[in-house]
């Protein structure tokens, strides 16, 4: 018996837990993102600022990158200069065709005035032929003196002069009308 106490082993009772048993493998893998854009420059250029780097996530609209293109630069102030000099040119035409329109329209009144003094020294042409012709009578008859006649021819003569020169004015004014009309 004492040969069986040495052959008996002493086993203690333990008090089973619940616990998780961690399982782990190592595997050869390759990862691969789930979209991938490939972005390129409209323009090319020098790299001004960086905003982004590589791996980072980025939203809808965010700038990535900020490209300096001085080339484009100086042609677009080359392009803007050019649209300012031509606008300048079509203000100046525009100026100058209100002042052909104004200059017309001036010319028109001075045809209006040049017509109306055409017609009043005819009025007066008339007026002193009419009293030229009844001094005339009257002395032929004997009713007046002889140098009442000559005024009133003088005063005949200087309506005729003053018709003519009205006419002369009218046509200078015509003249200015085609002119203006030109430009």
Do not use: C
């Amino acid at each position: 018996e004492a040969g069986k106490k040495e052959r008996l082993k002493v086993v203690s009772l333990v008090k089973p837990q619940m616990r998780d048993l961690p399982q782990t493998t190592t595997q050869p893998a390759t990862v691969h993102p789930y979209w991938r854009a490939e972005i390129h420059a409209k323009v090319s250029g020098y790299l001004k600022e960086m905003h982004v780097d590589i791996g980072q996530p980025v939203d809808l609209n965010t700038p990535l990158a900020v490209i300096s293109v001085p080339e484009m630069l100086r042609a677009k102030e080359s392009q803007d200069a050019e649209i300012k000099r031509l606008e300048a040119i079509e203000e100046r035409r525009e100026a100058e065709k209100e002042l052909a329109v104004a200059q017309v329209k001036a010319t028109d009144a001075l045809k209006g005035q040049a017509n109306a003094r055409v017609k009043q020294a005819d009025s007066q042409l008339i007026a002193d032929l009419i009293e030229r012709d009844r001094v005339k009578a009257l002395v032929a008859d004997m009713s007046v003196a002889k140098r009442l006649l000559t005024e009133a021819e003088n005063r005949y003569r200087s309506s005729k002069a003053a018709k003519s020169a009205a006419e002369f004015g009218l046509i200078s004014v015509e003249s200015q009308i085609k002119v203006a009309s030109q430009k």
